[in-house]
């Protein structure tokens, strides 16, 4: 019993100092825009399409922010920058930012998969492959949606983050 109540303690500890250091947070990190400038926007960050068209992700529901059927920024934040997930604070959703997805993969700080086109990126939203054609960790949701909400997700991921 003592030995449940140390790790409890440390555990305790580590989520303190993750909170602390803004590595987790419990609710979306950056602004939600007031009203949506496109639907792709609107998807971004409700996973409802203005269409009234069906958006459902498969999987990947192991983030708390997922049980209010929100959309990509709960995880991959409102600023796009991307954050670790709760409760497994051990996973990333990594930022989707154009210099993120779509530029040179070394000077992205990301580094470890090659840049995104339309098409890879379309497999990545819905089918879970990375751009080079490794499959992503499940926690990323497989996502269905109409072509036209696509090319609108599309859209936003390569519209500039605002300041
Ligand atoms: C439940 C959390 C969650 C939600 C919601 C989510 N994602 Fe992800 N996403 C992830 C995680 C975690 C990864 C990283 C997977 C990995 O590292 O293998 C990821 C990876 C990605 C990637 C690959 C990025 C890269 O650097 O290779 C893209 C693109 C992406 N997500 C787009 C989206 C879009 C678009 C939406 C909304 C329609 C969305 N995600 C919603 C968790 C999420």
Known sequence: MKKMAIVAVLL??????????????????????????????????????????????????????????????SCHGADRLGRRLMPNFWT??????????????????????????????????TEGIDAGGAPLDRAMPRWSMSEADLADVIAFLKSPVPE
């Open 12 to 73: 305790a500890g580590v989520a303190a100092v993750l909170v602390l250091f803004g590595q987790i947070s419990l609710v979306g990190q950056g602004n939600w825009p007031s009203r949506f400038q496109s639907n792709g926007e609107r998807i971004y960050f409700t996973a409802s399409s203005a269409s009234g068209d069906a958006i459902n992700p498969r999987g990947g529901n192991t983030h708390m922010g997922m049980m209010s059927n929100s959309g990509c920024a």
């Open 92 to 125: 990333s959703a990594p930022p989707l930012t154009p210099a993120a997805l779509f530029g040179e993969h070394d000077d992205d700080g990301h580094g470890d998969h090659d840049a995104y086109s339309d098409v890879s990126l379309r497999r990545a939203i």
